[in-house]
């Protein structure tokens, strides 16, 4: 195995976890994040050779995964709802449900903002972009970002009201 294969593989073992969250949260759906994050690596590593000299994969492999949801969004409508049932996961001895309920929470109400709300909360709150680095990466003008980020937020007040007083990190302030 080769130098470029070798750190392309090291790239995608220490930050496909870090991308999967983010394309979840996109998606709303593990398996549509996991074949987002699949289709980006697949781009990435086509131009690795490139990206490996000027340190940019993880910014270039974040910014394919955006551009081809964007396109899947554009393609096709298909809503879902997160249904709400929480299977029962064996092993799991310490009761997390406060933190469930909140995540639940947050993840429909995520689901039932439209497609570009959903995109600038989490580029904006979850990868910690500014709205010049959020309106670059989905290709849009950063008034678009703000006028998009104070609808999802407004929509996200009346959708989920009992996350008011959580901070970022999840943890009630």
Excluded: C
């Excluded at 392309?8 to 996991?34: C, I, K, M, N």
């Excluded at 270039?60 to 396109?71: D, G, W």
């Excluded at 001895?93 to 600038?120: F, G, I, P």
């Amino acid at each position: 195995m080769d130098e470029l294969t070798a750190d392309f593989d090291a790239f995608v073992h220490s930050r496909t976890p870090a991308l999967l969250r983010s394309a979840y949260l996109l998606t709303g759906d593990q398996h549509l994040a996991e074949d987002l994050v699949q289709s980006a690596l697949g781009q990435t590593h086509r131009a690795w050779r490139n990206l490996h000299a000027t340190g940019n994969a993880e910014a270039y492999a974040r910014k394919t995964m955006y551009h081809l949801q964007v396109s899947r969004w554009r393609r096709r409508r298909v809503v879902e709802w997160f249904s709400g049932d929480v299977p029962d996961r064996p092993g799991v001895q310490s009761d997390h449900a406060e933190h469930t309920v909140l995540r639940l929470s947050m993840l429909t109400a995520l689901s039932r903002l439209t497609a570009k709300q959903r995109a600038v909360i989490v580029l904006r709150f979850y990868d910690d972009l500014t709205e010049a680095q959020a309106a670059e990466t989905l290709g849009v003008s950063v008034g678009t970002v703000k006028s998009q980020t104070s609808k999802a937020l407004e929509r996200l007040r009346l959708l989920a009201p009992e996350l008011d007083g959580v901070n970022v990190i999840g943890d009630a302030r």
